[in-house]
């Protein structure tokens, strides 16, 4: 190695000595030591890039900003380590992608397709980018050189082939590699070319209509999409020549050549055609497209037939026309117009529209017009006019007649009416007939006080005469209506207006009897009835509203009279309709036994009211009649109404006593009251205990006595059982017949006599224990007599209480046991009944202690069981090692044996147990003792513990050949130790260690 020491002198006098080196190479000794020389002096190593001499080493002063330095005379950069090491992997991988030789290839070429297939020697880690473009075509004025707008295919390490699709028959497409290492990125390899296959052209969009005549249509179409990479040698239009039977197979040929467009020509009007299309190239023709269809346009109308006149008037006239032509369905309107006979101006407008009639109105009378129609299609052409209509109005019609007259009166169902014909041309008079109307007629509505009368509204007219006389007689009506008349003339120029409206009244008939009814129940000493009027629906009040009524009753009457033996009342009885109610007239009925007289009485007369009543005896007949009165005058008598007056209830009974006394009965008698015309069915008395105070007074149970209790007899006597001694009641009662039940009898008290007390209240179970029970009970009712003691019965025993005591402690009772008592009370009349027998069991004790022994004993376990003396709900076994104080729960369960495992060897442990059921933990056991195997190996050797500080310490024990040592520690006590020995536990493995 040459070594080159450059002195540079820098701003302050700096020095920097430099090296060609190669990184690549060991340095030499004497190098080594102008770097450790130079390095001492604190300066950096750098590199410098000379051109022709490759990378030099260069050192500068740590801390300079020094950033280019002369070398040879040429200023060169400085560069990092880093640097030149990033440039030579930089250059070493272009040198291993410039030794990379790719090989591309193209096959499998198709008219859409191509598979692109490389190879690569010498390119580990050589990825390829593929790219493709299409062919251009260059301009000779440009450059020969075409610029290709690649596009990128795959970029990939591990793939050797592509399939490309999408490509377009018949061109011409270059394609490239372009080599890559990680980011660096080689240069272009070679371009590829090659030209896909040609095809067929692509199916056409079908042919659209631009235009359209009566006779021809104009079709146009647009290129195909794909021509298959060769040109469209021509186009060919099928059509079906208007044959809509024709299937596709078979249409002819309509145009075939280059153009996209074409006019079909010779057609026939509103027909339809249908068209399909498809072209072709060298290699053959494109699929045909769908089946278009297509209409002709109509052409211009025929000349319509002329209008035709369906009526005239004075001013108007109505005309009609009819489309005969073969193709009448496609005029969409028509257009009349007309003028004047006399008149050279032109046509007018009169109607534009699709309807096939017209009425021309406002017209001169008496004149003659000219009419002609033109029609139009739905093509908006329009035909030429039709000849010529010449027809006249008729001349003006007459006036209207004068206002209808009455003549006479009217009568129920009719009048005569009269009017004055027009006076205006009396020579027409000759010529004209009158035509009259009449409404359906209207009931004038009632008036309510202070309302104001209304005029009635004429409603549907109808023709009721027709005829040459000014005069008719208007029949078929109904009685009180008001009718409305009104009549117009007919003359040869058409119908006058109408005359003014007469309001004519028919009068009234007299209205239909009025309906009798029962207003209400009849009682014993009335009847009660009611009547309604005839409506004015149906006409049944005859026309007009019924102003009075009166009514006449006939009775009492015997039972055997029949209602047809009974004459209507003569109107005498009311004395021109002014008298007061009840003059008389007497008739005669025939009975079977014997001649009656009865009298007919005016019971009312009366304007507004519609009911009536009558005083009466009980359970008597009454026959009534009635009639009313409008202005045609009275009805006849309605059809009788027999009512029967009823009975009543009966008296309330009187006289209560008592008799026969007891403590828990009574009996009372009464008198019963008047039965009112029905015989009295039964009696009820009500009874409950009498409450002066209803604080103080109390029921059997305690609770205040608010219903009454009900008791039915059909005597006036009767006794009352189940009532309470010594109690005071309060008793009423009431009577039944068929007409109800009476008013209730005035209450009476008593007080019932005494009588044994009742048995002891609410006896209870207050306090239990194994072998004593205290039982509580309430105070007995007294019935009248003091309680003087209770008695308690329990078993065969009987104890006598004072009447003060209210509990009783049994005592000497066995414990778990069922017992039996009742209670009683005493007093100066007798005893009371036992109360309900009260059960109760006594409250067990705990258990005895159960037997305990050893079955088994081994190294390690101790088997143990046991037997209880009663019934148990569980049991636990306690047990210790000998040296151990406390005992501790070995088993808590319901078993009868236990074996206890894990223990130690050699060792004496302790056992007892005790049983529990539901009174709670009974005596211990008996202790058992039982003394484990001891272990074959050797007795261990002591240990030794050396404090070592206040967290450690440290154990020593002698090590035995072939002998597991497991050492044990517990914590026995908080104060530090300095030196304790004892012995380990060899065998089973350590329990886990205990909380500090």
């Known amino acids: 190695n040459n070594i080159l020491l450059l002195l540079l002198l820098v701003g302050c006098g700096c020095f920097c000595l430099c090296e060609k080196m190669d990184l690549n190479q060991h340095p030499h000794v004497h190098q080594q030591h102008h770097l450790q020389h130079l390095q001492q002096q604190e300066n950096e190593e750098m590199f410098a890039l000379v051109p022709m001499k490759g990378i030099v080493r260069v050192f500068r002063p740590k801390g300079s900003n020094i950033r280019k330095v002369k070398i040879d005379g040429v200023e060169c950069d ?16 272009k040198q291993r992608l410039l030794a990379a030789k790719v090989e591309l290839k193209v096959k499998d070429i198709t008219a859409t397709s191509a598979l692109c297939e490389w190879s690569i020697e010498n390119g580990n880690g050589v990825s390829i980018k593929l790219e493709i473009a299409q062919d251009v075509s260059v301009s000779k004025k440009k450059s020969a050189t075409p610029n290709y707008k690649f596009e990128t295919l795959l970029e990939s390490i591990s793939k050797r082939s592509h399939a490309i699709d999408n490509l377009d028959p ?15 990125v080689g240069e272009p390899l070679d371009i590829l070319s090659f030209t896909t296959q040609t095809r067929p052209p692509s199916e056409l969009e079908p042919p659209s209509l631009t235009g359209k005549q009566a006779t021809h249509l104009t079709l146009r179409w647009s290129k195909p999409h794909c021509n298959g990479g060769l040109p469209i040698k021509f186009y060919t239009l099928l059509w079906d020549e208007g044959k809509s039977d024709r299937d596709l197979s078979s249409f002819p040929v309509a145009y075939e050549g280059k153009d996209t467009r074409y006019k079909v020509s010779g057609l026939e009007e509103m027909r339809s055609y249908r068209f399909a299309l498809y072209c072709s190239n060298e290699m053959g023709p494109s699929p045909t497209t769908e089946v278009m269809k297509f209409f002709t346009t109509l052409g211009k109308p025929d000349e319509p037939l002329p209008p035709v006149l369906v009526s005239a008037t004075s001013n108007s006239l109505a005309l009609s026309w009819k489309d005969v032509t073969a193709n009448d369905n496609q005029i969409v309107s028509y257009e009349l117009t007309f003028k004047e006979a006399t008149d050279i101006a032109r046509y007018l407008i009169a109607y534009s529209g699709d309807a096939m009639e017209y009425t021309c109105e406002n017209l001169e009378p008496n004149k003659k017009y000219l009419f002609r129609l033109t029609r139009t299609n739905s093509a ?30 009217s009568q129920c169902d009719s009048f005569i ?4 014909p027009p006076s205006d041309d009396e020579n027409k008079f000759k010529e004209i007939s009158f035509v009259v109307e009449v409404d359906e007629g209207q009931r004038p509505p009632v008036l309510l006080p202070r309302s104001k009368k209304t005029a009635l509204i004429p409603n549907v007219f109808s023709v009721c005469y027709e005829g040459s006389e000014p005069q008719c007689n208007v029949k078929g009506l109904k009685a009180g209506y008001t009718y409305h008349v009104r009549c117009a003339c007919m003359g040869v120029s058409g119908k006058s207006g109408y005359s003014p409206i007469a309001p004519i009244a028919t009068f009234p008939h007299r209205p239909q009897p009025p309906k009798l009814y029962q207003e209400q129940k009849a ?31 006939l009775g009492p009457l015997l039972t055997e009279m029949t209602m047809s033996s009974l004459s209507i009342p003569s109107n005498t009885i009311f004395q021109d309709d002014g008298v007061e109610e009840g003059h008389d007239t007497v008739d005669t009925v025939n009975t079977e036994d014997h001649v009656s007289s009865v009298s007919w009485r005016s019971l009312s007369v009366k304007e507004k009211s519609l009911t009536a009543y009558l005083m009466c005896d009980s359970a008597e007949r009454y026959v009534f009649r009635a009639q009313c009165k409008n202005r045609a005058g009275w009805s006849d008598w309605s059809d009788p109404l027999e009512l029967h007056a009823d009975i009543s209830v009966p008296e309330p009974p009187t006289n209560l006593a008592f008799v026969d006394q007891r403590s828990h009965s009574v009996t009372l008698n009464f008198t019963p009251g008047l039965c009112n015309g029905s015989d009295i069915i039964d009696f009820k008395i009500y009874f409950k205990i009498f409450v002066a105070d209803e604080k103080d007074v109390l029921s059997k149970k305690g609770k205040k006595s608010e219903k009454w209790n009900v ?22 009662v009431e009577a039944r017949n068929k007409a109800g039940t009476s008013r209730m009898s005035a209450e009476v008290t008593t007080i019932t006599g005494a009588s044994p007390p009742s048995a002891p209240f609410d006896v209870e179970l207050a306090q239990i224990n194994t072998t004593t029970a205290r039982i509580t009970w309430k105070e007995s009712a007294s019935h009248g007599s003091s309680i003087e003691s209770y008695i308690m019965l329990f078993g065969e025993e009987e104890v006598v209480l004072p009447n003060n005591v209210r509990e009783f402690l049994i005592e000497n009772l066995s414990p778990n046991s069922k017992y039996k008592a ?70 808590l369960g ?103």
């Not at 008791?711 to 009423?732: A, D, M």
């Open 523 to 553: 009682t014993a000493h009335s009847v009660h009835i009611g009547w309604t009027l005839p409506t004015r629906r149906g006409d049944l009040d005859g026309g007009a509203e019924c102003t009075e009524t009166r009514v006449a009753v």
């Open 170 to 184: 018949g061109k011409k497409y270059h394609i490239r590699a372009i080599p890559k290492l990680a980011d660096l």
């Open 78 to 93: 400085l560069l990092s380590a880093e640097q030149v090491r990033e440039m030579q992997r930089k250059e070493t991988m």
């Open 894 to 996: 319901r078993g009868k044996t236990f074996k206890a495992t894990k223990l130690a060897g050699d060792v004496t442990y302790l056992f007892c147990a005790q049983d529990m059921n539901e009174v709670g933990w009974g005596d211990l056991s008996g202790v058992v003792q039982a003394t484990t195997e001891s272990s074959p190996l050797k007795a261990p050797a002591l240990l030794s513990i050396h404090h070592v500080d206040d967290y450690f310490f440290k154990v020593k024990a002698e090590e035995r050949r072939g002998c597991k040592l497991n050492i044990y520690a517990r914590c026995i006590s908080k104060h530090a130790l300095e030196s304790v020995q004892f012995e380990s536990t060899m065998g089973e493995t350590p329990p886990p260690p205990p909380t500090a």
């Open 822 to 891: 009742k209670m009683q009370a005493r007093n100066a009349i007798g005893l009371s009944p036992s109360s309900s027998p009260l059960s109760f069991t006594t409250k067990n004790i705990p258990p005895s202690a159960p037997t305990l022994e050893v079955t088994d004993v081994l190294l390690n376990s101790i088997k143990l069981r046991w037997h209880s003396l009663s019934k148990v709900v569980q049991t636990r076994v306690l047990y210790k090692r000998e040296d151990e104080e406390d005992f501790m729960e070995l088993f």
């Open 380 to 409: 908006n052409k329009t035909s030429n006019p039709s000849s010529t209509l010449t027809i006249s109005t008729l001349p003006a019609r007459p006036n209207a007649p004068s206002k209808p007259q009455l003549v006479g009166k």
């Open 417 to 420: 009416v009269q009017w004055t």
């Open 711 to 732: 008791s039915t007899t059909t005597q006036p006597s009767l006794r009352l059982e189940g009532l309470i001694p010594n109690t005071p009641y309060v008793f009423k």
